[in-house]
């Protein structure tokens, strides 16, 4: 079993949309988690970052968190085409080491 | 502006050759990280390190090595020993356990 897993897509939405993506993670012990967007080409920029059971929201992106479930999910309302990209998950490794352990990634497109 | 400069942005190997990837970070970071992300794959962390002379094997370590005599700068070596270099190389830092990378701009390495 992965560490940190999530479907490799595509997932495809309509402008405007809702997108959902998800991930779940194996260690229990996890504490921080973080959502990174990649466009083809370049590197990842940190979008958004949970560390508590629940929702966070932060303009159009709405991070959720379970960790009894060991799932973690990225919403994006009000999709738009910029917002084509791969989507990383990204857990805490174990240990004070600050690793982070990287899903695959989820290419989301986005069609107007 | 703060940050972390990769260079070069494109690097060729031939068979047999070792070479150098820099990264530099002017962000005061003390944790510094080096990942290798192949197509359609998550991140791969190789070499990691959370003190000046100071450095700690990843996941994937092989074929690579790395110093860190000055707290800026984190260079990685990709020896001949590494079989299968040709990927992208993405050098982070961060300020803390519970926050997330900072990304440089990566450097893509592709054996001639």
């Known amino acids: 079993q992965k560490e940190v897993e999530q479907n490799s897509g595509p997932l495809s939405v309509p402008e405007g949309a809702i997108a959902s993506l998800n991930c779940t993670y194996s260690?229990?012990?996890?504490?921080?988690f973080f959502w990174y967007r990649q466009y083809s080409g370049k590197s990842p920029e940190l979008i958004m970052s949970?560390?508590?059971?629940g929702d966070k929201e932060d303009g159009r992106f709405t991070a959720q968190l379970n960790k009894a479930s060991q799932y973690v999910s990225l919403l994006i309302r009000d999709s738009q085409p910029s917002d084509s990209a791969t989507y990383l998950c990204?857990?805490?490794?174990?240990?004070?080491?600050?690793?982070?352990?990287f899903g695959q990634g989820t290419t989301l497109q986005v069609k107007p | 502006d703060g940050g972390i400069t990769q260079s070069p942005k494109y690097l060729f190997r031939k068979e047999g050759q070792n070479v150098t990837l820099s990264c530099e970070q002017n962000?005061?970071?003390?944790?510094m990280y080096w990942y290798r992300q192949d197509p359609g794959q998550g991140l791969r962390l190789i070499y990691y390190?959370?003190?000046?002379?100071?450095?700690q094997k990843g996941d994937i370590a092989e074929g690579y090595s790395v110093s860190r005599e000055k707290k800026e700068s984190f260079p990685l070596t990709v020896t001949s020993a590494q079989k299968n270099p040709t990927a992208f190389y993405l050098c982070?830092?961060?300020?803390?356990?519970?926050?997330?990378?900072?990304f440089g701009s990566g450097t893509r390495l592709t054996v001639v």
């Open positions: 260690d229990r012990g996890s504490q921080s």
């Open positions: 990204a857990v805490n490794g174990p240990g004070n080491t600050g690793k982070l352990i």
């Open positions: 982070a830092s961060h300020e803390g356990l519970d926050y997330g990378y900072t």
């Open positions: 962000l005061n970071h003390d944790a």
């Open positions: 949970i560390y508590s059971n």
């Open positions: 390190s959370q003190i000046v002379n100071d450095f």
